[in-house]
C-alpha cells in the first residue's frame, strides 16, 4: 500500500448538480491510501489512517492537492494537429476547408501512429485519465489509438468516425453502409472491454449528415445487440443552428433528436440510452431535453468550441433542470484547449454572461462535478471513478502549484478552510504545468515512447 499525502479535493458520494456543494470534500491535510490493485483503501484526513496503512510508503505532495483525474466526454483523436485551424467560417465551412482533409491523412499507417502517440501524451500532460474519443475513419489509425492507449495505461472509449455521405473533401473518409457496419463490428470484437476494461468501444457516426437512414437504421440495429455488452453510443447534437436546419430538410423530421431516436419516416431501432452521449446540445428544444433524460442518455457540454465556432450557448439552466446529465468536453480541435480546467474557465465565462436573464455564476463544487463525476457517470462508470472515495479506482492527480509563476500566491490569498474560494482559485488559474503525476488504477501513467 501507499499512501499519498496532500490536500484532498474530490465530490464524494453520488449527488446529482444541485447537491454538488453539500459533497464537496476538501481536507487541506489529506491522504489517499491505495492498495496494490490500485484500489482506493482509504480517502480522508491524514491523520485519521487506520491501522491497515502501518508501514506504507508515503509520498508527500505537499502543498500540492490530489484531485480526481478529469473525464473529457467529447474529443477527436484525427484531430490532434488541427488545433486553432482557420477555416473562416463556422461549422459546416470549417469541417470541408480543415477538417475532412487533415483527417483524411492519417489514411498513412506512420502517420496516424504518430497521432496516437501525440494525442496520448497531450492526455497525459493535462491530466485527462479518461476520455470518449471520436475516432478515425481508418480501422489502422483506430488500432494504433488503442495500442497507445493501453502502453500509456490510460482509459480510453472510442469509435470509428463513421460517414458513408458527404462533400467531396470527405471523400476518403466515406464507406458504404455495409463496410461502416463491417468495420464497426470488427472494432467492437477487437477493442470492446479490453485491457481489463482500460478500452471500451462505441458506435459513432459523425453527425446526421454525414450518414442516412439507411446507415442509421442499420447502426440501430447493430447496437441493439452490442448495448447489451456495454458498448458506446456518441454522436454530435444540435451544434448549430445551419445544420439542424440542414438535418431537418433531409430527414424530414421536427427534431434533430428525431433521426438517432428511429423516428424517421423509415423507423427503427433508438440509439438513446444509459450509455449513449451526445456532444453538443446548444440547441436543443424541450422535447429533446426530456427524451433524453428519459432515457439516460448524456449531453458532453463544450463551451471552448461553441466559442471557436460561434455555434451559440448551450442554456445552462434549462438544460440541467430537465434531469439530463451535462459532462464537459474539450472537443479539440474545434475546442482549442485540452485541459479541462481552461474548459471550465470558458463554462464559467460562457454563462455568466447568457442573455435574456438566464446568467448564472456557476459554483465551483458544480465545475468540479462536470469536469469529474458527471463525465463518470455519463460512461457509465461511476461505480469505478469520478471521485476519490474508498473502494474506487485510483484515478488521481498530483497538483503542484509550485510549479506554476504566481498560482502559490493566488492560493495564499485564500483561507484553505474556505472551500468554495479555494476551489474557484485553482480550477480558474491552472495550467497543465502544474500537473505532477498522473494515475490510473494507482499506476503512474507513462509517456508512449
Known sequence: MRVYRGHLIHIGGAPRLDGAREHLVSIPDGAL????????????????????????????????????????????????????????????????????????????TGYARRVARDFCSRRIAVGTTTALVFGSAFPHAQDALFEESIAAGLRTISGRGIQTVGPA????????????????????????????????????????????????????ELYEDASADGVYFHTHLSENRGEIEAVRADYGVEHYLDTYDGRCAGGGVSLL??????AHAVHCTDHELSRLAETGSSIAHCPTSQLF??????????????????????????????????????????????????????????????????????????????????????????????????????????????????????????????????YVRGRLVTEPG
Open 309 to 438: 465556432l460561434g455555434s451559440g450557448t448551450m442554456p445552462w439552466q434549462r438544460t440541467t433542470a430537465s434531469g439530463v446529465t451535462v459532462a464537459l468536453g474539450t472537443d479539440v480541435s474545434a475546442g482549442d484547449e485540452w485541459l479541462i480546467p481552461r474548459v471550465l474557465n470558458d463554462c464559467f465565462k460562457v454563462h455568466i454572461s447568457e442573455p435574456e436573464g438566464q446568467g448564472l455564476s456557476i459554483p465551483p463544487a458544480d465545475l468540479l462535478f462536470t469536469a469529474t463525476l458527471a463525465g463518470a457517470r455519463a460512461l457509465d462508470l461511476e461505480d469505478r471513478i469520478g471521485n476519490l472515495d474508498a473502494g474506487k479506482e485510483a484515478d488521481f492527480l498530483v497538483v503542484d502549484p509550485q510549479r506554476q509563476a504566481l498560482l502559490p500566491e493566488l492560493l495564499a490569498r485564500t483561507d484553505p478552510e474556505d472551500a468554495d474560494r479555494l476551489l474557484f482559485t485553482l480550477l480558474m488559474s491552472m495550467r497543465e504545468d502544474v500537473i505532477d503525476g498522473v
Open 169 to 220: 473533401a470527405a471523400g476518403p473518409l466515406l464507406t458504404g453502409d455495409a463496410e461502416a457496419i463491417d468495420l464497426t463490428h470488427n472494432e467492437i470484437e477487437r477493442w470492446h472491454n479490453h485491457a481489463g476494461g482500460l478500452t471500451h468501444a462505441a458506435v459513432v457516426p459523425r453527425f446526421a449528415l454525414s450518414v442516412t437512414e439507411t446507415t442509421l437504421r442499420a447502426l440501430g
Open 273 to 278: 440510452g444509459r450509455r449513449s452521449v451526445f
Open 33 to 108: 491510501a491505495v492498495d496494490d490493485a490500485g484500489m482506493i483503501g482509504y480517502s480522508g484526513a491524514y491523520p485519521g489512517l487506520p491501522e491497515s496503512a502501518a508501514g506504507a510508503e508515503i509520498i508527500d505532495c505537499r502543498p500540492g492537492f490530489l484531485l480526481p483525474g478529469f473525464v473529457d466526454t467529447h474529443i477527436h483523436f484525427p484531430q490532434t494537429h488541427c488545433v486553432d485551424s482557420y477555416g473562416g467560417g463556422q461549422l459546416l465551412d470549417w469541417l470541408q476547408r480543415c477538417i475532412f482533409p487533415a483527417e483524411a491523412m492519417l489514411a498513412d
